[in-house]
Nanobody
Framework: EVQLVESGGGSVQAGGSLRLSCAAS????????MGWFRQTRGSEREAVAS????????YVADSVKGRFTVSQNYAKNTLYLQMNSLKPEDTAMYYC????????????????WGQGTQVTVSS
């Protein structure tokens, strides 16, 4: 069983920055993808960024490329999302997920999920 706890969300003005953290506990193997997703009310969950743990291969969605950076502290089982130049359209609940035996995190299939952290960007 894997538990994920996100932190770092909050309210910022457009152009500001936030750094989200996701601490994983329990057994999380090397062959896992860990990623960030976001969702607003009435919309589908969207993949934002992810890392394949063992190779540190990263994926960042086009909508946030150049503004968001995903990274990990492998030894501490912690995933980060550095969000710069935030825009009002980045407002969402951000979730951390861990997918066993996946090189890339995409919506669908079995995953462990955190409870989410709210990010609100005002104009």
């Amino acid at each position: 069983e894997v538990q994920l706890v996100e932190s770092g969300g909050g309210s910022v003005q457009a152009g500001g920055s936030l750094r989200l953290s996701c601490a994983a506990s329990g057994y999380i193997g090397t062959n896992y993808c860990m990623g960030w997703f976001r969702q607003t009310r009435g919309s589908e969950r969207e993949a934002v960024a992810s890392i394949y743990r063992v190779t540190d291969t990263q994926y960042v969605a086009d909508s946030v490329k150049g503004r968001f950076t995903v990274s990990q502290n492998y030894a501490k089982n912690t995933l980060y999302l550095q969000m710069n130049s935030l825009k009002p359209e980045d407002t969402a609940m951000y979730y951390c997920a861990a997918y066993p035996n996946r090189r890339r995190c995409v919506v669908g299939g079995f995953a462990y999920w955190g409870q989410g952290t709210q990010v609100t960007v005002s104009s």
